[in-house]
Each structure stands twice: as structure tokens, then as C-alpha cells.
């Protein structure tokens, strides 16, 4: 039971072109997240849903795009990528944020935007 | 701008001394929680602190929450090196965005 996959791992693409990171989980959690990690930054908040086709936007949306269609899946989509993306992008859920719970990690996707 | 802002960026410490971190916040939340980064790795939860709590306990791990000043310290006693890591604080404002500070990487000398 691997809990949350997100591919690929690791990810070199050119300036412009379009890439989709991959997030699946097994748990069936209604919320997931996308989060960048920057030096400096921390954290940020990308997208995050709450359900299957309900999506908002998070602290810095401005260049991705996001779709749940299912439950499990949370796909992240650099429409066109810039260098200002390269960074360590984390899908994350919470089975119900209302009450507390505990936020999932996976183990992120480290991409660099050449 | 983020919700938590850690304090302090760095802690360098002997191993068996404690570490004190802190994290202050700009809004009103629901609750505040503590998560550990090992580096290279996803975030795993520490601990939970309600709003309507001001101290809570768990292992070697104690949170306190002061909601008037909007700040949060997590202690952690008696540091051993496996504790180095990155330290995040997140918070809930009650929307379901759960936004992170900018973290305390902490170093434990053997």
C-alpha cells in the first residue's frame, strides 16, 4: 500500500513545453493538494481540491493547471513551463480537513525547467 | 503572503539540549500543526494543536499555542541527532488551505 505515488520523481524539461506531474492515492482521502517547495519559501500552495471535480486555487496558481476526475488522481499541468518553476512540487492529502487530520505527503517530484 | 512564519531559520544544537522553535501566524485559525522534513523527503506530522487548547504533549514533543499573540512554540527535550530536519508549521484557517511557514531547519550535533 504505498499511500500516496506521485511521478515521475524527477523531471528535466526545456522552457516552454508542457509537463504533468502525477498524483495517485490508495486512500480514497477527499482532499489533495498540490504544494512548491522553494528555498526561502517554504511551502506554497498550489491547488488543492476538495472532491472529485472540485478544484480552488491556492496561494500561487498562475501557470498551472489542475483536474480531478477521479477521486484517487490529482494530476498538475505546466501548461508552458518556465525556469521559475523548476522546484520540488508535492501532492498531499487529508481525508477531512473540518476536523484537523493529519496532512499526507508523498515523497514529491523534483523538476528542472532548463 | 504565507500564513506561518517560523523562527528561528536555523538551530544548531548539542545533542541532549532541547530545541525551541517558533512560528507565528497572521489570522485567526481553526487549529496549528507541526511537521518534520527530513531532507530530500515529504513532510510527516508531529503534532495537532486545537484552537481552544494552549499546550499539548506527545514523546519528546511539546506544542503551545497562544492564539492572542498568533504564535506557536514546539520543543523538542532532550535532541538527539535523528531529530535534524526541517521543522513546518501549518495552519487552518478554516477554508481547507492549509498554508506553511518557511521552516526551521534544525542541526543536532552528536
Known amino acids: 500500500d504505498a499511500g500516496i505515488t506521485q511521478s515521475p520523481r524527477y523531471k528535466i524539461t526545456e522552457t516552454g513545453r508542457q509537463v504533468t506531474l502525477m498524483c495517485h492515492q490508495t486512500w480514497s482521502h477527499s482532499y489533495m493538494f498540490w504544494y512548491r517547495q522553494d528555498l526561502g519559501h517554504g511551502l506554497r500552495l498550489i491547488y488543492y481540491s476538495a472532491a472529485a471535480d472540485i478544484t480552488d486555487k491556492g496561494e500561487v496558481p498562475d501557470g498551472y493547471v489542475v483536474s480531478r476526475s477521479k477521486t484517487e488522481n490529482f494530476p498538475l499541468t505546466l501548461e508552458s513551463a518556465t525556469r521559475s518553476q523548476t522546484s520540488v512540487y508535492f501532492c498531499a492529502t487529508n481525508p477531512s480537513p473540518g476536523q484537523g487530520n493529519t496532512i499526507y505527503f508523498g515523497e514529491g517530484s523534483w523538476l528542472t525547467v532548463v | 503572503s504565507q500564513q506561518g512564519e517560523e523562527d528561528p531559520q536555523a538551530l544548531s544544537i548539542q545533542e541532549g539540549e ?93
Do not use: P
Request: hydrophobic fraction near 30%; proline fraction near 0%.
Open chain 2, 18 to 110: 532541547n530545541a525551541t522553535m517558533n512560528c507565528s501566524y497572521k489570522t485567526s485559525i481553526n487549529n496549528l500543526q507541526w511537521y518534520r522534513q527530513n531532507s530530500g523527503r515529504g513532510l510527516v506530522h508531529l503534532i495537532l494543536i486545537r484552537s481552544n487548547e494552549r499546550e499539548k504533549h506527545s514523546g519528546r514533543l511539546r506544542v503551545t499555542l497562544d492564539t492572542s499573540k498568533k504564535s506557536s512554540s514546539l520543543l523538542i527535550t532532550a535532541s538527539r541527532a535523528a531529530d535534524t530536519a526541517s521543522y513546518f508549521c501549518a495552519t487552518d484557517e478554516g477554508t481547507y488551505k492549509y498554508i506553511f511557514g518557511t521552516g526551521t531547519r534544525l542541526k543536532v550535533l552528536a
